[in-house]
C-alpha cells in the first residue's frame, strides 16, 4: 500500500508540462548525482541538508522531494518538510525509477545556463510573436520554472546578454536559435532531449506558424492570428507572456490528450 506522502512515476508524469505541476526537488548528493548528471523536467537542485532554506525557497508550494532511490534522504526530507506545514511528498522509486520508466524524458544538466541569482536569465527582442512565447513556455514548464526573460530592442540583445550574463534567444547567430528549417521551440526540444509525442506535435504547430509554412499544420494559422492578437492586446511584453503561457498550456493538453476530439454542429448530425 502506497504511504500517504508517496507519488508515483506515472502520477507525477501526467503533471509535467502542467501548472499544476508541484515543485519537484531534487536532493540527490554530489557523487550520485555525477554519476548520472539529468533532471526531472522542471525540477531544481537542493542540499538535503539545508532544511530552512528549502522551506524559504519554496514559499509555501506543494514539493516533491526526489533522491537517487526514493528511500531515507526523500523520505526524511518530505516527512520534516510536513512537519513544518509543507505539503510535501516524496518520488516512489526516486530517480532510478524515472530513469527506468520509458514514459518519462530527463533534462541533461550540462544543458541548462549558468543560473543568476539562483534562476536561468534569457533575453530576447521586444514585442514576441511565436518562438518568443511558445520558447519561454517551454523553459518555464519543463526546464526551468523560475526562468527570468528580458524583452529587449534587437540591436541590444547582444549588449545585455554580455553585460548581464543572460542567455540570447531567438535572434541570428546565437545558439539558441533557428537551426536550418526548424526554429528556436525545435532547438530547446532537441538540446533539452524533450522528447514526447505531445511535445512533438506542438513543435509542428509553432514551427508552420512561426516559419509562416502553414501548409505543415492545420492549426498554424490559428496560433499565428491568437499570437498577433495576443501582441496587439498587450503594450507589456511580461504582461503579453503571461497570457501566452495560458495559450500553450492550453495548447500542450491538447496535443496530448485531445487531438482526435472534434466539434460539430447540429449535434444530431450524422446520427
Same mark, same amino acid.
Given at each position: 500500500? !502506497?504511504?500517504?506522502?508517496?507519488?508515483?512515476?506515472?502520477?507525477?508524469?501526467?503533471?509535467? =508540462?502542467?501548472?499544476?505541476?508541484?515543485?519537484? &526537488?531534487?536532493?540527490?548528493?554530489? #557523487?550520485?548525482?555525477?554519476?548520472? !548528471?539529468?533532471?526531472? #523536467?522542471?525540477?531544481?537542485?537542493?542540499?538535503?541538508?539545508?532544511?530552512?532554506?528549502?522551506?524559504?525557497?519554496?514559499?509555501?508550494? !506543494?514539493?516533491?522531494?526526489?533522491? *537517487?532511490?526514493?528511500?531515507?534522504?526523500?523520505?526524511?526530507?518530505?516527512?520534516?518538510?510536513?512537519?513544518?506545514? &509543507?505539503?510535501?511528498?516524496?518520488?516512489?522509486?526516486?530517480?532510478? =525509477?524515472?530513469?527506468?520508466?520509458?514514459?518519462?524524458?530527463?533534462?541533461?544538466?550540462?544543458?541548462?545556463?549558468? #543560473? *543568476?541569482?539562483?534562476?536561468?536569465?534569457?533575453?530576447?527582442?521586444?514585442? #514576441?510573436?511565436?518562438?518568443?512565447?511558445?520558447?519561454?513556455?517551454?523553459?518555464?514548464?519543463?526546464?526551468?520554472?523560475?526562468?527570468?526573460?528580458?524583452? &529587449?530592442?534587437?540591436?541590444?540583445?547582444?549588449?545585455?546578454?554580455?553585460?548581464?550574463?543572460?542567455?540570447?534567444?531567438?535572434?541570428?547567430?546565437?545558439?539558441?536559435?533557428?537551426?536550418?528549417?526548424?526554429?528556436?521551440?525545435?532547438?530547446?526540444?532537441?538540446?533539452?532531449?524533450?522528447?514526447?509525442? /505531445?511535445?512533438?506535435?506542438?513543435?509542428?504547430?509553432?514551427?508552420?506558424?512561426?516559419?509562416?509554412?502553414?501548409?505543415?499544420? !492545420?492549426?498554424?494559422? =490559428?496560433?499565428?492570428?491568437?499570437?498577433?492578437?495576443?501582441?496587439? *492586446?498587450?503594450?507589456?511584453?511580461? /504582461?503579453?507572456?503571461?497570457?501566452?503561457?495560458?495559450?500553450?498550456?492550453?495548447?500542450?493538453?491538447?496535443?496530448?490528450?485531445? *487531438?482526435?476530439?472534434?466539434?460539430?454542429?447540429?449535434?444530431?448530425?450524422? /446520427?
Amino acid at each position: 500500500m !502506497p504511504a500517504p506522502n508517496e507519488i508515483t512515476v506515472a502520477q507525477l508524469n501526467r503533471l509535467i =508540462g502542467t501548472p499544476d505541476r508541484p515543485q519537484i &526537488v531534487d536532493i540527490c548528493i554530489d #557523487p550520485d548525482f555525477a554519476e548520472d !548528471p539529468f533532471l526531472i #523536467p522542471g525540477s531544481w537542485k537542493h542540499p538535503h541538508s539545508d532544511i530552512p532554506g528549502l522551506i524559504k525557497r519554496l514559499q509555501g508550494q !506543494p514539493a516533491v522531494i526526489v533522491c *537517487q532511490k526514493g528511500i531515507k534522504l526523500s523520505q526524511g526530507v518530505a516527512a520534516w518538510l510536513r512537519s513544518e506545514g &509543507v505539503q510535501a511528498e516524496y518520488l516512489q522509486g526516486g530517480m532510478y =525509477g524515472w530513469r527506468d520508466d520509458s514514459q518519462t524524458m530527463r533534462v541533461p544538466f550540462a544543458a541548462l545556463p549558468d #543560473p *543568476q541569482d539562483g534562476a536561468t536569465l534569457w533575453v530576447t527582442r521586444h514585442r #514576441p510573436k511565436i518562438d518568443r512565447i511558445a520558447c519561454p513556455w517551454l523553459i518555464r514548464r519543463f526546464v526551468d520554472p523560475n526562468a527570468r526573460f528580458l524583452f &529587449v530592442s534587437p540591436s541590444e540583445v547582444a549588449g545585455v546578454a554580455e553585460r548581464f550574463n543572460a542567455t540570447p534567444f531567438d535572434v541570428e547567430d546565437v545558439f539558441w536559435s533557428h537551426r536550418g528549417d526548424t526554429c528556436t521551440f525545435d532547438t530547446m526540444l532537441d538540446e533539452f532531449q524533450l522528447n514526447s509525442p /505531445a511535445l512533438s506535435s506542438l513543435a509542428e504547430v509553432v514551427r508552420a506558424a512561426d516559419t509562416n509554412r502553414h501548409d505543415l499544420h !492545420p492549426a498554424a494559422a =490559428g496560433l499565428l492570428a491568437i499570437s498577433v492578437g495576443l501582441s496587439r *492586446q498587450y503594450r507589456d511584453d511580461l /504582461a503579453q507572456l503571461e497570457a501566452g503561457l495560458t495559450l500553450y498550456d492550453a495548447l500542450y493538453r491538447w496535443a496530448r490528450d485531445g *487531438q482526435d476530439e472534434t466539434h460539430d454542429w447540429p449535434t444530431t448530425r450524422g /446520427a
